[in-house]
């Protein structure tokens, strides 16, 4: 890893920082990538909080775990960032319903993989033509309203943009792997 992170025993202010993204008494440490902003950048991390939070909270989400999954299953597959993919399938892949056969696909596939649903491939593709032009055609966009209201549209823009984000930083500085994450198929 290119940047330090914070290691336990936690105390004083860092005990508090790492309390904001994961209760004391959690089963499992705090993610590499959170603790390795605690420790270089706190004030960026407590402003990325609440969007993160946002993202993956399903009481005030728009989008539907399902979809969510779906795009960043694809952002990560894309970006090459097993671990930001590999926490996610371990954590939200069975309640996503995303099988063995579909996760293969949203790393080596493509949406036009006989294992999605038209709703399905319409999101993975949203999520292809992001990455790959930054952009979403006009046909992309009248596809994915078919399937989205603007709040979900405007939310699945939001997530694989802040994906992106997540992947790029998480192989740049080099995130090991979390011990409990899934491995790439």
Same mark, same amino acid.
């Given at each position: 890893? *290119?940047?330090?992170? #914070?290691?336990?025993?936690?105390? &004083?202010?860092?005990?508090?920082?790492? =309390?904001?993204?994961?209760?004391?008494?959690?089963?499992?440490?705090?993610?590499?990538?959170?603790?390795?902003?605690?420790?270089?950048?706190?004030? #960026?991390? !407590?402003?990325?909080?609440? %969007?993160?939070?946002?993202?993956?909270?399903?009481?005030?989400?728009? @989008?539907?775990?399902?979809?969510?999954?779906?795009?960043?299953?694809?952002?990560?597959? *894309?970006?090459?960032?097993?671990?930001?993919?590999?926490?996610?399938?371990?954590?939200?892949?069975?309640?996503? !319903?995303? /099988?063995?056969?579909?996760?293969?696909?949203?790393?080596?596939?493509?949406? !036009?993989?006989?294992?999605?649903?038209? *709703?399905?491939?319409?999101?993975? *593709?949203?999520?292809?033509? +992001? +990455?790959?032009?930054? &952009?979403?055609?006009?046909?992309?966009?009248?596809?994915?309203? =078919?399937?989205?209201?603007?709040?979900? /549209? %405007?939310? @699945? @823009?939001? @997530? /694989? &943009?802040?994906?992106?984000?997540?992947?790029?930083?998480?192989?740049?500085?080099? /995130?090991? #792997? !979390?011990?409990?994450?899934?491995?790439?198929?």
């Amino acid at each position: 890893m *290119r940047l330090e992170e #914070l290691n336990p025993p936690y105390e &004083g202010i860092d005990a508090e920082r790492i =309390a904001q993204w994961v209760p004391p008494d959690a089963e499992v440490e705090p993610l590499h990538t959170v603790r390795m902003y605690l420790k270089n950048h706190p004030l #960026l991390a !407590e402003r990325m909080r609440p %969007l993160a939070w946002f993202l993956l909270d399903p009481s005030i989400s728009s @989008l539907d775990v399902r979809a969510r999954e779906l795009a960043v299953a694809r952002t990560c597959g *894309r970006t090459n960032c097993e671990s930001q993919w590999g926490v996610h399938q371990a954590v939200y892949g069975e309640v996503a !319903e995303i /099988t063995a056969e579909q996760r293969l696909s949203t790393v080596k596939g493509s949406p !036009e993989d006989d294992v999605w649903s038209e *709703r399905d491939r319409v999101i993975l *593709r949203a999520v292809d033509e +992001i +990455i790959d032009t930054h &952009g979403l055609s006009d046909e992309a966009w009248a596809a994915v309203r =078919a399937h989205l209201d603007e709040a979900q /549209t %405007l939310e @699945l @823009l939001v @997530l /694989t &943009g802040w994906y992106l984000l997540n992947c790029i930083t998480t192989n740049v500085i080099q /995130t090991p #792997l !979390e011990p409990f994450a899934l491995r790439f198929p």
